[in-house]
């Protein structure tokens, strides 16, 4: 039989990546089945940020 229950991706090596004054550290990624890069999901999360103000 095989196991279908999902496994964990590794864990990859930290990183900083400096914006400005704001330093991201990215401490965790390695998932191969997605699309969007690290770089990609930050950008999404501050688009949101910048919409939820911009809404209040």
């Known amino acids: ?6 496994r964990a991706a590794p864990i990859g090596n930290a990183y ?3 914006c400005g004054k704001i330093t991201f550290i990215v ?3 390695g998932n ?7 770089d990609d ?3 999404s999360m501050l688009k949101n940020k910048v ?3 911009k809404a209040v």
């Open 1 to 6: 039989m095989f196991n279908n229950k999902p």
């Open 16 to 18: 900083r990546r400096k």
């Open 27 to 29: 401490s965790s990624f």
């Open 32 to 38: 191969p089945d997605t699309k969007q890069t690290a």
């Open 41 to 43: 999901l930050i950008l």
């Open 51 to 53: 919409k939820e103000r």
